[in-house]
Nanobody, 124 residues
Framework: VRLTESGGGLVQAGESLRLSCTPS???????????MAWFRQAPGREREFVAA?????????IYADSVKGRFTISRDKVKKVMHLQMENLRLEDTAVYYC??????????????WGPGTQVTVSA
């Protein structure tokens, strides 16, 4: 599975951005079975979890406390794309954002896939 992120850029604090992640699936059904998430990594810091969405209809979402109430993760099973809508961006949201996908590979086992990342820079 190859993941491609888009939508990063430079914005001012308080503004919004929407990131997108498009998997290149191996089969037409692959997008449906992927559990997907966003992570981010700021300079000098470890990669951290941002948000995740369950496979299929994406009825379950979870967020890091730092983005709860400001970011919304969603997935469109028809267009086969995942989004991260980011509102009220803060300076501390500046980071490279990575799309992550987990594909079942056995009972209780998953294969991890990562995109190359997209830069989000928030200025004062």
């Amino acid at each position: 599975v190859r993941l491609t992120e888009s939508g990063g850029g430079l914005v001012q604090a308080g503004e919004s951005l929407r990131l997108s992640c498009t998997p290149s699936p191996e089969t037409p059904n692959t997008f449906t079975i992927l559990t997907m998430a966003w992570f981010r990594q700021a300079p000098g810091r470890e990669r951290e979890f941002v948000a995740a969405i369950s496979r299929s209809d994406g009825l379950t979402t979870i967020y890091a406390d730092s983005v709860k109430g400001r970011f919304t993760i969603s997935r469109d099973k028809v267009k086969k794309v995942m989004h991260l809508q980011m509102e009220n961006l803060r300076l501390e949201d500046t980071a490279v954002y990575y799309c992550n996908a987990k594909k079942p590979s056995g009972v209780g086992e998953y294969s991890d896939y990562w995109g190359p990342g997209t830069q989000v820079t928030v200025s004062a």
